[in-house]
């Protein structure tokens, strides 16, 4: 699964199967679009998958973001820059360093206009005339307050599934991954909802790379890992896509390294 192909009437889950040299067979090859949630909504569903299909052992999911100048202007259409980036998992029933112990998503449609503004549908919309500027689409909406506390509701209600699930309470996370949207929108999206700060997260890497969209929970979750080389036993990873789905996931370490 990979998540922004680079042009219409392509898909570029094929190009990363064909990039692999991977066999022609049977294998599931398909582009997700769920914003800067796709690679925890991918996660979720590839583990869906593999419980569904005994038959198969590894599913391999992928993410990346290149923020073309004319379309988003990456320096100065949110609170912090946009980086080009990408991130890969597999997922496994055989193991690996981490055991996914809960995962949970939220779903509201409420919270569709963050992305798309007010203007009504038309053929003019899909022509460009210059760079995207998120914050102009989020000041056209009137009810703004009301929108970002349904955003801080989902957050808190997918992390107390997730963490339900895992059989924890908050209090047992030892980190957190959050989307790379800068401090401001950081702490009040996800941080303050779940009376967290910044300490815990990566948070001198996200600023030094900027948002890379869906890839960032993998690419915190790696920098953890492999290059400060957190002692851990839970890390939780969090997502938001526009258009407003919320995923939260809880790994437990196995012990087993990377």
């Known amino acids: 699964m990979m998540l922004t192909p680079g042009g219409r009437l392509w898909h570029g889950a094929p190009y990363v199967h064909r990039q692999l040299g991977a066999p022609t067979g049977r294998c599931l090859a398909s582009d997700l679009d769920a914003g800067c949630d796709g690679m925890l909504v991918a996660l979720?569903?590839?583990?869906?998958?593999?419980?569904?299909?005994?038959?198969?052992a590894l599913a391999l999911i992928t993410a990346g973001d290149?923020?073309?100048?004319?379309?988003?202007?990456?320096?100065?259409?949110?609170?912090?820059?946009?980086?080009?980036?990408a991130a890969a998992a597999v997922v496994s029933?055989?193991?690996?360093?981490?055991?996914?112990?809960?995962?949970?998503?939220?779903?509201?449609?409420?919270?569709?206009?963050?992305?798309?503004?007010?203007d009504p549908f038309s053929p003019e919309r899909e022509k460009l005339t210059g760079p995207v500027y998120l914050r102009t689409r989020h000041e056209e909406i009137v009810d703004g307050e009301r929108i970002w506390k349904a955003v801080?509701?989902?957050?808190?209600?997918?992390?107390?599934?997730?963490?339900?699930?895992?059989?924890?309470?908050?209090?047992?996370?030892?980190?957190?991954?959050?989307?790379?949207l800068g401090k401001q929108l950081t702490t009040m999206q996800f941080l303050d909802p779940l009376s967290?700060?910044?300490?815990?997260?990566?948070?001198?890497?996200?600023?030094?790379?900027?948002?890379?969209?869906?890839?960032?929970?993998?690419?915190g979750l790696?920098?953890?890992?492999?290059?400060?080389?957190?002692?851990?036993?839970?890390i939780l990873l969090l997502a938001h896509g526009l258009g407003g789905t919320t995923t939260a996931v809880v790994l437990e370490s196995t012990g087993s390294g990377r």
């Open 222 to 234: 790696d920098h953890l890992i492999n290059t400060e080389r957190v002692g851990w036993r839970y």
């Open 152 to 180: 801080a509701d989902d957050v808190r209600g997918a992390v107390t599934s997730a963490t339900g699930q895992a059989g924890i309470s908050l209090s047992d996370i030892d980190y957190v991954v959050c989307p790379f």
């Open 44 to 56: 979720e569903l590839a583990c869906a998958y593999l419980e569904a299909r005994d038959e198969d």
């Open 93 to 118: 029933r055989a193991g690996g360093f981490a055991r996914i112990a809960g995962i949970a998503s939220f779903s509201d449609p409420e919270l569709e206009p963050i992305g798309r503004g007010m």
């Open 66 to 85: 290149c923020w073309r100048e004319h379309e988003v202007d990456r320096w100065r259409t949110s609170n912090n820059p946009f980086g080009d980036g």
């Open 196 to 219: 967290l700060d910044l300490t815990i997260t990566p948070w001198e890497f996200s600023r030094r790379v900027g948002h890379i969209g869906p890839a960032d929970p993998m690419a």
